[in-house]
């Protein structure tokens, strides 16, 4: 994992203040940003991934069932896999706060 | 003894680049730099030079091809003066910060207005603080060593700083003078080719130049302040293994004629010869004079400068720029360095040579006796232009 | 529901991600989605050199970075001569034996002010010495990062920060800069447009610029729907009217070639791009139908040049 920003101190930086970890912005949970999120019906869905490519935020992956699923952790609920999925199965739905 | 020669400064630090073996060369044509960047295409267009060889479309595009090369693990190289370097100085401060060994020789050229393509030494004194590790020349044979000791020191592991070389421009870069070459296979011994510690290659990616917020940009800024301060013990120790090399040793201060001087002479860059040939003809009057000569700009070197001061009753500095509203640079980087001294000598700062012109040593005779009449008239911390016509 | 049926080739692609999630780019992002599809066209071999700007902010809040491949940043103003540094590095490393030889593509990558603006001139030295990189401007149509303030790309009558619509001025008082024509006419070997609402098609852009030898350029229309003041969920859908309204047609230059990639018997009116984004709201009808009239004006003409002409 890497430390927080605030947890650095100068001598730990890399030459340069390089990044050593590439995509270590996956530990970054974007995910608390949205306020409506996805949910896939999963008898209207044909496979097609348009909500796979169309992910500006990489949210959707292949499941083995072959269902494209969606991770809620990285998710901004934007609603463009909603819009683009050819069946609607995709519906935005209000994201209830977690106890 | 390597091989004499006479050539003009410019082709000889052109030829010092070619034996660098330097990768990348990349440059835009500015007064007067122009010699080197052409003597350089010309040694890649006759296949002597094994580089890539860049004409840009501006001196920010230059930098900023180097930075890019340099990244790759490329030995890069480019030289500017004046407007150009002013163009490029956004990129300097990023090239020090992104600790990229790049070198650059600065033909020193005025900064306009008005425009002027004569030496002073205002476009360096511009970006005295970029973090770049600073030398400057005071003949020809010192610019030509000072390529392959600037690329040693540069890529060094606990280094890795961009390093830039000051070169008066025409008083240094268009004439001729004595150079001594050094043979090739001494020099490939002095300087192996570069090892990058990180560099940009899909077998190991790394990100380079993000963005850093308030919580983590101090600590950034320490790295590279205890970087260059730290690179100290690495000048000396490639100095000195180049004196080893060549028995021509270099120090960060060197002095003339001055270990028992009341009044030293304080200069940086080629006045150093024209004031020694002063002090030559100051000493034979009796007159107790020497002269400091200033090498190593940046990280300045304040143990040394101190030791060579402290002895002296009157430092009198010339300052080849002007620091307008204030006073000379360097006049003003000398006193801070001696403010917790209790013992110090007087400072008084001329301001000379401004836009190229010409020096004498009787001008500087005429400084040394104004600066010695207006200290013993209680005036000690004095600065003027030295020869305005009123 | 979409009208578009090109949807099945998706599965062809590789499901490699070069660009890691948890950046932090707006919601709905067209311009992540666009460096996305860029990323994934291109593979692992690439070193990428980018000018400040939205994408370089959103990716690498140190020490967080969301490249997984080699990504170097310097100023605004210079991912063109930056670039060409790195690609010549690399060509000497290799040509000394330094590294060992490999194809790596050298991938710049600026926004549209980075571009069209502040970057223009190092642009046009890289194309003119025909630098062996692909140059990709991800334009979403004005300075995004820094508070939407227009750039010349910014289109005609859009309302932005410092371009705004009031009682004297109604938006961007000029037309939008054309950054294809100025780099087809350096003469380089491929300028491409594409838009990621057509992912395959841009896929394939990047591609055929990956193969070849010297300058490709890519200018890629980004949809922003905080710069736009547009619904997230639209950013597709915009893009999509974009290309059929003719606004922003999908075309390739090869060696001055034109080639139209998507021609329309019948363009769709302006209105229906037009009316889903806010930057646009205070336009009067009239000032619709002058945009009109010259989008189709110079429809035509990109038709005539790629041998389609009436």
Redesign the interface.
């Known amino acids: 994992m ?5 947890e ?4 730990e ?18 995910g608390d ?2 306020t409506l999120k996805p949910v896939l019906n999963k008898e209207l869905c044909i ?4 909500c ?8 959707y992956n ?1 499941s083995e069932e072959g269902y494209f699923i969606v ?1 809620l952790f ?1 998710c ?5 896999c ?7 199965a995709i519906t ?1 739905v209000l994201e209830e706060e977690e106890k | 003894m390597g091989k004499r020669v006479g050539m003009e400064v410019s082709i000889a630090a052109a030829e010092a680049v070619k034996q660098a073996n330097v990768d990348v060369i990349s440059a835009y044509p500015i007064t007067p730099q122009t010699h080197v960047v052409e003597h350089l295409s010309e040694l890649v267009a006759n296949g002597e030079l094994d580089a890539e060889f860049f004409c840009v479309e501006s001196e920010h595009s230059a930098l900023s091809v180097c930075l890019g090369s340099s990244a790759t693990g490329a030995r890069s190289f480019t030289c500017t003066s004046s407007q150009g370097l002013a163009l490029m100085s956004e990129i300097t401060y990023i090239a020090s910060a992104l600790r990229l060994p790049i070198v650059m020789i600065i033909a020193n050229r005025s900064l306009s207005a008005p425009i002027n393509i004569w030496n002073d030494h205002s476009d360096v004194m511009s970006i005295r603080d970029c973090g770049w590790i600073q030398f400057f020349a005071e003949n020809g044979q010192d610019v030509y060593d000072h390529v392959f000791i600037a690329y040693r020191l540069g890529e060094d592991r606990n280094v890795l700083l961009p390093v830039i070389i000051n070169m008066d421009g025409f008083t240094l870069s268009h004439v001729i003078e004595p150079i001594e070459l050094i043979d090739q296979e001494k020099i490939d011994q002095f300087l192996p080719p570069y090892k990058p510690v990180l560099s940009l290659h899909p077998d190991r990616p790394v990100t380079m130049g993000g963005i850093a917020l308030p919580g983590i940009f101090t600590e950034t800024k320490k790295a590279q302040e205890v970087a260059i301060r730290s690179s100290m013990p690495k000048i000396l120790e490639t100095w000195k293994a180049f004196g080893e090399m060549t028995g021509r040793y270099y120090h960060p201060i060197e002095t003339y004629k001055a270990e028992d001087a009341e009044t030293l002479l304080v200069t940086m860059g080629s006045f150093g010869e024209t004031a020694s040939a002063a002090v030559d003809k100051m000493r034979e009057e009796g007159r107790s004079v020497g002269l400091m000569k200033i090498r190593l700009w940046r990280p300045f070197p304040f143990d040394a400068f101190k030791k060579a001061s402290l002895n002296a009753k009157q430092l009198v500095v010339i300052d080849r720029a002007i620091s307008v509203g204030a006073c000379g640079p360097v006049a003003s980087e000398l006193k801070a360095a001696l403010y917790e001294e209790h013992q110090r000598p007087s400072i008084y700062n001329f301001i000379a040579g401004l836009g190229g012109r010409d020096v004498a040593p009787s001008d500087f005779v005429k400084m040394v006796d104004k600066a010695e009449i207006e200290i013993e008239e209680g005036n000690k911390e004095g600065f003027e232009i030295y020869g305005v016509r009123e | 529901m979409t009208e578009n049926l090109n949807v099945f080739a998706v599965r062809t692609l590789t499901q490699k991600e070069y660009f890691s999630p948890g950046h932090r780019a707006c919601q709905g992002c067209a311009e992540a989605l666009a460096i996305r599809l860029v990323c994934k066209a291109l593979g692992r071999n690439i070193i990428i050199a980018s000018a400040t700007g939205c994408m370089e902010v959103v990716s690498t809040p140190i020490p967080f970075t969301a490249w997984r491949v080699p990504w170097f940043h310097v100023a605004f103003e210079n991912a063109a001569a930056v670039a060409s540094g790195i690609e010549s590095g690399l060509k000497v490393l290799m040509r000394k034996g330094r590294i060992p030889s490999k194809k790596i593509v050298t991938l710049a990558m600026a926004g549209d002010g980075g571009t069209a603006d502040i970057g223009l001139q190092a642009l046009s030295g890289a194309l003119e010495r025909d630098d062996d990189f692909i140059y990709i401007c991800t334009d979403n149509e004005a300075y995004m990062n820094t508070g939407i303030q227009r750039s010349s790309s910014t289109p005609f009558g859009a309302s932005t920060t410092t371009s705004p619509a009031g009682k004297m001025k109604m938006g961007q008082i000029t037309w939008k800069k054309n950054m294809p024509a100025i780099a087809a006419a350096h003469n380089i070997p491929y300028v491409a447009t594409a838009c990621p609402s057509y992912p395959v098609d841009l896929i394939q852009k990047v591609k055929k610029a990956a193969e070849i030898k010297g300058a490709a350029y890519i200018h890629i229309l980004s949809v922003c729907p905080t710069g736009w003041r547009s619904a997230p969920e639209l950013s597709i859908k915009l893009g999509r009217l974009a290309v059929e309204t003719g606004i922003f047609p999908l075309y390739e230059v090869e060696r001055g070639q034109y080639r139209l990639n998507i021609d329309f018997p019948k363009l769709k009116p302006i209105k229906e791009y037009i009316k889903l984004q806010g930057r646009f709201r205070h336009l009067t009808d009239e000032l619709i139908g002058e945009i009109e009239k010259r989008v189709h004006k110079e429809y035509e003409q990109l038709r005539a040049k790629a041998g389609k002409g009436a």
């Open positions: 890497t430390k927080p920003e605030l650095w101190t100068w001598k930086l890399p030459i340069g203040t390089t990044m050593l970890e590439p995509g270590n912005a996956d530990q970054y949970r974007t940003w949205k496979h097609c991934g348009l796979y490519i169309f992910c500006p935020d990489m949210s292949l991770d990285y901004k609920g934007c609603g463009i909603a819009k683009e999925c050819p069946t609607g935005m």
